[in-house]
T-cell receptor, first 115, second 110 residues
Framework: DVKVTQSSRYLVKRTGEKVFLECVQD?????MFWYRQDPGLGLRLIYFSYDVKMKEKGDIPEGYSVSREKKERFSLILESASTNQTSMYLCASSWWGTGSNQPQHFGDGTRLSIL | GIQVEQSPPDLILQEGANSTLRCNFS?????LQWFHQNPWGQLINLFYIPSGTKQNGRLSATTVATERYSLLYISSSQTTDSGVYFCAVKSPGANSKLTFGKGITLSVRP
């Protein structure tokens, strides 16, 4: 079974802090994704990466950056946390799928509160 | 971009009842997934079903790609089926990005 592990289930930070959310997958997947989930808005893609050191913006990248130095690890960074970034953050991974698309597998999520 | 609509937005069932959840999408797709998010926030893969029909226990799903919809069937519902059900799709050429519907909240009462 695919295992996607997010470093924290719950996290509380203060406004202005730099926040790191870590995600690790154990299946040698090329693709990794960061989503945020808010009530009434569903899941929205923040950033994704299709290879080491490669990244592309999703639908809502403002206020976030990402890092992928190793294939198995994808980090989401809140450069200066703000209260409107309080949310549930979900990481996912999948095999590269051009033509033969592969399902995404999700971690358990991190509930982040910015005070 | 592609639009995904799920219906109904909310559903309340008595334990043992059957239900059908619908997902409509606005363009052709080459990836469609159904997920169940449990009350603890975990997002569980139910089906990867860009076309055809699949069954897994009490759950089954059908995607009719030419008519741009997918259906998730839950039979003999149980309280543990409660949660939010998401449909997510990917268009050809849209790299690997999934677009999610807003979800269907299901409550199964004992």
């Amino acid at each position: 079974d695919v295992k996607v592990t997010q470093s924290s289930r719950y996290l509380v930070k203060r406004t202005g802090e730099k926040v790191f959310l870590e995600c690790v997958q154990d299946m040698d997947h090329e693709n990794m994704f960061w989503y945020r989930q808010d009530p009434g808005l569903g899941l929205r893609l923040i950033y994704f990466s299709y290879d080491v050191k490669m990244k592309e913006k999703g639908d809502i990248p403002e206020g976030y950056s990402v890092s992928r130095e190793k294939k198995e690890r994808f980090s989401l960074i809140l450069e200066s946390a703000s209260t409107n970034q309080t949310s549930m953050y979900l990481c996912a991974s999948s095999w590269w799928g051009t033509g033969s698309n592969q399902p995404q597998h999700f971690g358990d999520g991190t509930r982040l509160s910015i005070l | 971009g592609i639009q995904v609509e799920q219906s109904p937005p909310d559903l309340i069932l008595q334990e043992g009842a059957n239900s059908t959840l619908r997902c409509n999408f606005s363009d052709s797709v080459n990836n469609l997934q159904w997920f169940h998010q449990n009350p603890w926030g975990q997002l569980i893969n139910l089906f990867y079903i860009p076309s055809g029909t699949k069954q897994n226990g009490r759950l089954s799903a059908t995607t009719v790609a030419t008519e741009r919809y997918s259906l998730l069937y839950i039979s003999s519902s149980q309280t543990t089926d409660s949660g939010v059900y998401f449909c997510a799709v990917k268009s050809p050429g849209a790299n690997s990005k999934l677009t999610f519907g807003k979800g269907i909240t299901l409550s199964v009462r004992p």
